[in-house]
């Protein structure tokens, strides 16, 4: 019951208060001894790790291996100083808690003296590996200074003490400078001595302990360095030596090797054979003797060189001296053969200009000596000419050559007289020359006869060959059968009228080439025969093409006179070739358009026919005239005639039939398409006539009822028109047209189609008129209809409410249905009694109408009953609610807040304590603001 209900939730809460308290006491403890336990192990935990840091005994093997020992370490030591704060926190949360009695003071005590024991030893081990580091650094820094100064002095040892002293200046320069390198690398490291001197007497002051071992380093390093200097500067005083004996070496190599070559030069007995070959020896000598007088002075300075070294006491002393001397015995032996060399020369150049005098007279009488015995004298008159002129001028040429003959003899017998080395060759070239030169005058006489009798007979061949040819061209041009081609005739008889102008020209000329050959035949006994038989052929030649010249003129004027037929005829052909296309067409039209289209086309097409009749007689007369005139192509021309003439007949006969079969094809297309026009537009009208759609609401009736009316209107105003179409189609049968039968058939259902649409229309007149009635009943059962379906589906809803809001807002919306379904019940009755008239009076929806009333009489008595039912249910549902939310409230809270007052859990470390402590707060807060509600219930 709800009293025995309501003792329960007060004794629950009595006992959960009780259990609170508890619970907060033992939470605190629990909390403290966690946070000092956190502290400590944090502590400890760091202690462990850095013990481990501090007891290595590793100083590093070398400098950078220490280095990296020192930098680990020293992050070490501010580690150590950052977390030194933790160990104080420790001991003052220690201090702390036992100060307030906690229940474990002694473990707490026992915790915080083991703690700081550690802490005072690893301070202790830390300053002393501290100390160790640092002295090992400075040992390890001297020991890599040494090695490092070390490995340097025997890089530059293997350079300063090298057996290489070069073998040639090149080499010897190179190593000089190399070794110049070294010894300033080497003054450079002088410092760096100084600086490991001043580390190693450091080192054995601060540290004793290392004494020994740095002592030994220094001295090392100091027995090194001035070995190394010492062979540094015995080194360098071999090489200025060595430089000096190669650069003498290189110079006298130099020198011998060109002495020895003027030498060859200077011997040589060449002598020149031409102008050109004496110019060159000349040159040649004067090239040497420069480029001796200019090597003398490097000759005296070299031999001073040598005198220098020797006086020096050079280790080579002996080798330079040697090389002195062979030098002095070339020089001398030079200058010699020069001045030999200069005398013969100078006899050369006279030699060479005696021969070169002489060379050319030869060479000159030589070269027109084989003219002047040719037989050539000439194959036609321009050659004749030529020759001659070539004649003449060798005649000037001769009489200017006469000087020089004369010079040569002078200027042999002057270097006979002066004794020349070449005696005997000099007195052989002077006669050869004046022999040469008296045959060269006779045979000039007797080559200009010859000429002058040539230049006569090739005159005449020349024009008789120059007319001969004309002659030969001129006759191809007149026997040329280009009359028969017709393409550009009225060119080619302008060409021939210029030919023929061309021929009356040359007349004159032609004959004089006969007249001259027949005064030549007794003149040249050699050419006489064949200067005959060329008069003869020219005579024959020029009779032929006057001949032939005539004819074509005639077959020229004949061709053209065909070529204008012709292109009469097959201009006439082509014409006559499109019409038979167009007339051989069979199409008369498979519609009204079709046909139409058809006899305009065939109507341009006779008037077309009419207006070649003319040309056609043309054609005949011409034809006819060319046959009587034996023309050269007469048959042809005839043929063509005659089948214009049988094409152009042909044509006519079928225009006249085609135009009759497309008349008769024009009136049967016109009354068909008529008749289908007025079937389409009547089985257009009949579907509307025929439809079975009187509207689905009052609006659509209306709207049917407005267009119904405007469809007869139309009807009638298009029956005249019909009637029209039938008489014109009886017409039509009557004359036994060929598609009679057809034309019936169309006919007959255009008369039944328009019977047809017009008992149609009178038909649903009558039933839209019902509809409208019918509609305007049904508009308002279904709207009183719609409005009773959807509140009988509010009140079958069985919801019966949870919550005391849910149930007050039900009720509140039952209330006010009852007032809206009393309002329509009034309305329903009404509608009812005025269903019952229409179906009385006969309406065509009688049926509908009836099982509508009916229904919505069942609908509103059903639902004014199951609304009264709705309303008490949900009244009573509303006060258990009430109650049962208040109970339902304390109960839960009671339940939800029992286990954490009943928990045995206070926290495994001091963060889930805390976080439990902080819980149980709110909750005590919670119990004391709870009470004054469970009071009111």
């Given at each position: 019951s709800v009293a025995a209900r309501q003792a329960a939730l007060e004794q629950q809460f009595e006992v959960i208060a009780q259990k609170a308290e508890q619970r907060h006491v033992k939470l605190e403890e629990s909390q403290k001894l966690h946070q000092l336990n956190r502290c400590v192990d944090e502590v400890e935990a760091w202690l462990n790790e850095r013990e481990a840091i501090a007891s290595v005994t590793d100083v590093g093997t070398d400098l950078e291996h220490n280095e990296v020992i020192r930098k680990k370490f020293n992050d070490f030591m501010k580690d150590l100083a950052v977390n030194a704060s933790r160990v104080t926190v420790a001991n003052e949360?220690?201090?702390?808690?036992?100060?307030?009695?906690?229940?474990?003071?002694?473990?707490?005590?026992?915790?915080?003296?083991?703690l700081n024991s550690r802490w005072s030893k690893l301070q202790e081990v830390a300053a002393v590996r501290e100390e160790k580091l640092a002295s090992a650094r400075f040992v390890h820094k001297l020991s890599r200074d040494t090695e490092e100064t070390k490995a340097r002095f025997q890089e530059k040892e293997a350079i300063i003490c090298s057996e290489d002293y070069g073998t040639d200046v090149a080499s010897v320069e190179a190593l000089l400078r190399k070794h110049e390198a070294a010894m300033r690398e080497l003054a450079a490291m002088e410092g760096k001595i100084s600086e490991i001197d001043q580390q190693a007497d450091g080192l054995k002051a601060s540290l004793p302990e290392t004494a020994s071992e740095v002592a030994a380093k220094q001295g090392d390093i100091n027995n090194s360095w001035r070995q190394l200097q010492a062979k540094a500067v015995e080194r360098k005083e071999k090489l200025v030596k060595a430089l000096q004996l190669q650069r003498f070496l290189a110079e006298h190599r130099d020198i011998n090797a060109w002495l020895t070559g003027m030498q060859a030069f200077a011997e040589s007995d060449e002598t020149a054979r031409d102008a050109a070959g004496v110019d060159a020896l000349i040159k040649r000598h004067q090239e040497l003797r420069t480029e001796i007088d200019a090597r003398m002075e490097n000759v005296r300075a070299l031999q001073s060189a040598g005198n220098d070294m020797q006086a020096e006491g050079h280790f080579a002393s002996s080798d330079i001296a040697s090389k002195v001397a062979v030098l002095d015995e070339h020089l001398a032996r030079l200058n010699a053969s020069m001045a030999k060399r200069k005398q013969r020369i100078d006899q050369c150049?006279?030699?060479?200009?005696?021969?070169?005098?002489?060379?050319?007279?030869?060479?000159?009488?030589?070269?027109?000596?084989?003219?002047?015995?040719?037989?050539?004298?000439?194959?036609?008159?321009?050659?004749?000419?030529?020759?001659?002129?070539?004649?003449?001028?060798?005649?000037?040429?001769?009489?200017?050559?006469?000087?020089?003959?004369?010079?040569?003899?002078?200027?042999?017998?002057?270097?006979?007289?002066?004794?020349?080395?070449?005696?005997?060759?000099?007195?052989?070239?002077?006669?050869?020359?004046?022999?040469?030169?008296?045959?060269?005058?006779?045979?000039?006489?007797?080559?200009?006869?010859r000429l002058e009798g040539a230049w006569k007979v090739q005159q005449f061949y020349r024009d008789a060959d120059e007319a001969e040819a004309w002659m030969n061209e001129k006759l191809q041009t007149a026997q040329d059968p280009s009359f028969r081609d017709p393409t550009n005739l009225q060119g080619k008889v302008q060409r021939h009228q210029a030919f023929e102008a061309e021929i009356s020209a040359n007349a004159d000329r032609i004959l004089g080439v006969v007249k001259r050959g027949e005064a030549l035949v007794g003149v040249s006994a050699d050419d006489g025969p064949v200067i005959t038989h060329r008069v003869e052929g020219m005579k024959a030649m020029w009779e032929k093409l006057n001949v032939k010249s005539t004819e074509k003129a005639q077959k020229l004027q004949e061709a053209t006179e065909e070529v204008v037929f012709n292109h009469g005829v097959?201009?006439?052909?082509?014409?006559?070739?499109?019409?038979?296309?167009?007339?051989?067409?069979?199409?008369?039209?498979?519609?009204?358009?079709?046909?139409?289209?058809?006899?305009?086309?065939?109507?341009?097409?006779?008037?077309?026919?009419?207006?070649?009749?003319?040309?056609?007689?043309?054609?005949?007369?011409?034809?006819?005239?060319?046959?009587?005139?034996?023309?050269?192509?007469?048959?042809?021309?005839?043929?063509?005639?005659?089948?214009?003439?049988?094409?152009?007949?042909?044509?006519?006969?079928?225009?006249?039939?085609?135009?009759?079969?497309?008349?008769?094809?024009?009136?049967?297309?016109?009354?068909?398409?008529?008749?289908?026009?007025?079937?389409?537009?009547?089985?257009?009208?009949?579907?509307?006539?025929?439809?079975?759609?009187?509207?689905?609401?009052?609006?659509?009736?209306?709207?049917?009822?407005?267009?119904?009316?405007?469809?007869?209107?139309?009807?009638?105003?298009?029956?005249?028109?019909?009637?029209?179409?039938?008489?014109?189609?009886?017409?039509?049968?009557?004359?036994?047209?060929?598609?009679?039968?057809?034309?019936?058939?169309?006919?007959?259902?255009?008369?039944?189609?328009?019977?047809?649409?017009?008992?149609?229309?009178?038909?649903?007149?009558?039933?839209?008129?019902?509809?409208?009635?019918?509609?305007?009943?049904?508009?308002?059962?279904?709207?009183?209809?719609?409005?009773?379906?959807?509140?009988?589906?509010?009140?079958?809803?069985?919801d019966t409410p949870e919550t005391?809001?849910?149930?007050?807002?039900?009720?509140?919306?039952?209330?006010?249905?009852?007032?809206?379904?009393?309002?329509?019940?009034?309305?329903?009755?009404?509608?009812?009694?005025?269903?019952?008239?229409?179906?009385?009076?006969?309406?065509?929806?009688?049926?509908?109408?009836?099982?509508?009333?009916?229904?919505?009489?069942?609908?509103?008595?059903?639902?004014?009953?199951?609304?009264?039912?709705?309303?008490?249910?949900?009244?009573?549902?509303?006060?258990?609610?009430?109650?049962?939310?208040?109970?339902?409230?304390?109960?839960?809270?009671?339940?939800?807040?029992?286990?954490?007052?009943?928990?045995?859990?206070?926290?495994?470390?001091?963060?889930?304590?805390?976080?439990?402590?902080?819980?149980?707060?709110?909750?005590?807060?919670?119990?004391?603001?709870?009470?004054?509600?469970?009071?009111?219930?």
């Amino acid at each position: 019951s709800v009293a025995a209900r309501q003792a329960a939730l007060e004794q629950q809460f009595e006992v959960i208060a009780q259990k609170a308290e508890q619970r907060h006491v033992k939470l605190e403890e629990s909390q403290k001894l966690h946070q000092l336990n956190r502290c400590v192990d944090e502590v400890e935990a760091w202690l462990n790790e850095r013990e481990a840091i501090a007891s290595v005994t590793d100083v590093g093997t070398d400098l950078e291996h220490n280095e990296v020992i020192r930098k680990k370490f020293n992050d070490f030591m501010k580690d150590l100083a950052v977390n030194a704060s933790r160990v104080t926190v420790a001991n003052e949360l220690a201090q702390r808690f036992v100060a307030q009695g906690h229940s474990d003071a002694a473990a707490i005590l026992a915790r915080q003296d083991a703690l700081n024991s550690r802490w005072s030893k690893l301070q202790e081990v830390a300053a002393v590996r501290e100390e160790k580091l640092a002295s090992a650094r400075f040992v390890h820094k001297l020991s890599r200074d040494t090695e490092e100064t070390k490995a340097r002095f025997q890089e530059k040892e293997a350079i300063i003490c090298s057996e290489d002293y070069g073998t040639d200046v090149a080499s010897v320069e190179a190593l000089l400078r190399k070794h110049e390198a070294a010894m300033r690398e080497l003054a450079a490291m002088e410092g760096k001595i100084s600086e490991i001197d001043q580390q190693a007497d450091g080192l054995k002051a601060s540290l004793p302990e290392t004494a020994s071992e740095v002592a030994a380093k220094q001295g090392d390093i100091n027995n090194s360095w001035r070995q190394l200097q010492a062979k540094a500067v015995e080194r360098k005083e071999k090489l200025v030596k060595a430089l000096q004996l190669q650069r003498f070496l290189a110079e006298h190599r130099d020198i011998n090797a060109w002495l020895t070559g003027m030498q060859a030069f200077a011997e040589s007995d060449e002598t020149a054979r031409d102008a050109a070959g004496v110019d060159a020896l000349i040159k040649r000598h004067q090239e040497l003797r420069t480029e001796i007088d200019a090597r003398m002075e490097n000759v005296r300075a070299l031999q001073s060189a040598g005198n220098d070294m020797q006086a020096e006491g050079h280790f080579a002393s002996s080798d330079i001296a040697s090389k002195v001397a062979v030098l002095d015995e070339h020089l001398a032996r030079l200058n010699a053969s020069m001045a030999k060399r200069k005398q013969r020369i100078d006899q050369c150049v006279e030699l060479q200009s005696f021969s070169r005098l002489a060379d050319q007279a030869e060479a000159w009488a030589s070269s027109r000596e084989a003219p002047l015995l040719s037989d050539d004298v000439g194959t036609s008159l321009d050659g004749v000419e030529a020759l001659q002129r070539k004649h003449t001028d060798f005649e000037k040429s001769v009489a200017a050559q006469t000087e020089k003959i004369v010079e040569i003899e002078r200027e042999a017998d002057r270097l006979v007289e002066q004794g020349h080395f070449d005696t005997p060759n000099i007195q052989r070239r002077k006669a050869n020359v004046i022999a040469l030169w008296k045959r060269l005058i006779g045979l000039s006489a007797q080559r200009k006869a010859r000429l002058e009798g040539a230049w006569k007979v090739q005159q005449f061949y020349r024009d008789a060959d120059e007319a001969e040819a004309w002659m030969n061209e001129k006759l191809q041009t007149a026997q040329d059968p280009s009359f028969r081609d017709p393409t550009n005739l009225q060119g080619k008889v302008q060409r021939h009228q210029a030919f023929e102008a061309e021929i009356s020209a040359n007349a004159d000329r032609i004959l004089g080439v006969v007249k001259r050959g027949e005064a030549l035949v007794g003149v040249s006994a050699d050419d006489g025969p064949v200067i005959t038989h060329r008069v003869e052929g020219m005579k024959a030649m020029w009779e032929k093409l006057n001949v032939k010249s005539t004819e074509k003129a005639q077959k020229l004027q004949e061709a053209t006179e065909e070529v204008v037929f012709n292109h009469g005829v097959e201009d006439v052909e082509l014409w006559l070739s499109e019409v038979e296309l167009l007339l051989g067409n069979n199409d008369v039209g498979k519609d009204l358009p079709s046909v139409q289209s058809l006899l305009k086309k065939h109507q341009l097409v006779e008037a077309d026919v009419a207006a070649h009749r003319e040309r056609i007689e043309a054609v005949r007369q011409q034809a006819k005239q060319f046959v009587s005139s034996n023309h050269f192509d007469a048959d042809v021309i005839h043929a063509k005639h005659e089948n214009v003439l049988s094409r152009y007949q042909a044509v006519q006969e079928r225009a006249a039939e085609r135009r009759r079969d497309l008349s008769d094809s024009l009136k049967l297309q016109q009354q068909l398409r008529d008749v289908d026009d007025e079937d389409a537009w009547i089985r257009e009208k009949e579907r509307a006539a025929q439809s079975t759609d009187f509207g689905r609401d009052l609006t659509g009736v209306q709207n049917l009822q407005k267009k119904h009316v405007a469809f007869e209107g139309e009807l009638a105003a298009h029956e005249p028109r019909v009637n029209d179409v039938l008489r014109a189609t009886d017409a039509l049968i009557s004359e036994n047209n060929t598609a009679a039968m057809a034309l019936a058939d169309r006919r007959a259902n255009l008369a039944n189609s328009w019977a047809h649409v017009r008992e149609a229309a009178s038909a649903r007149k009558s039933k839209l008129e019902q509809a409208l009635k019918f509609q305007l009943f049904s508009a308002d059962v279904d709207e009183e209809e719609s409005w009773l379906n959807e509140k009988m589906a509010l009140i079958q809803i069985e919801d019966t409410p949870e919550t005391l809001s849910g149930a007050q807002a039900l009720l509140k919306k039952q209330q006010a249905l009852d007032a809206e379904v009393a309002a329509h019940s009034t309305r329903v009755a009404d509608l009812v009694r005025k269903g019952q008239a229409l179906a009385r009076s006969g309406n065509a929806f009688a049926d509908s109408i009836s099982s509508s009333g009916e229904r919505l009489q069942s609908l509103i008595d059903r639902i004014t009953k199951l609304s009264a039912a709705r309303k008490s249910a949900l009244e009573d549902r509303h006060r258990v609610l009430q109650f049962s939310r208040e109970a339902d409230s304390v109960e839960a809270w009671i339940q939800d807040k029992e286990p954490q007052v009943t928990s045995q859990d206070v926290g495994k470390d001091l963060a889930a304590t805390q976080a439990l402590l902080s819980k149980h707060e709110t909750l005590e807060a919670a119990l004391e603001s709870f009470s004054p509600r469970l009071v009111t219930l």
